[in-house]
Nanobody
Framework: QLQASGGGLVQPGGSLRLSCVAS????????VAWFRQAPGKEREGVSC????????VYTDSVKGRFTISRDNVRNTLYLRMNSLKPEDTAVYYC??????????????WGQGTQVTVSS
């Protein structure tokens, strides 16, 4: 089970940190990711973090502004978002891959947390 939190309303240029607590899965063993879905748009990948190789990938639109990280002791995944823009407004989802058979290749999804960037 994945439980996401940390969303909210923030002004352009502001920051937020999203958290995703995992239950039943040691995060360190699995590839994890953050996705987002804006109204009327498809769900898109924001960032992912590999398990064995430690690889990290960001979509171009968030490079230099967002940072994905994980705390293996707290079994929690984070997404630090700086310099937020109105186009970052979306519901953000955390996801975990075990077999890669689920939606967009991830088998477990958090419930989503709303991020709204507006003045």
């Amino acid at each position: 089970q994945l439980q996401a939190s940390g969303g909210g309303l923030v002004q352009p240029g502001g920051s937020l940190r999203l958290s995703c607590v995992a239950s039943g899965f040691p995060l360190s063993y699995y590839r994890v990711a953050w996705f987002r879905q804006a109204p009327g748009k498809e769900r898109e990948g924001v960032s992912c973090s590999g398990s064995s190789d430690g690889s990290i990938v960001y979509t171009d639109s968030v490079k230099g502004r967002f940072t994905i990280s994980r705390d293996n002791v707290r079994n929690t995944l984070y997404l630090r978002m700086n310099s937020l823009k109105p186009e970052d407004t979306a519901v953000y989802y955390c996801a975990l891959r075990t077999l890669g058979l689920g939606r967009l290749g991830y088998d477990y999804w958090g419930q989503g947390t709303q991020v709204t960037v507006s003045s």
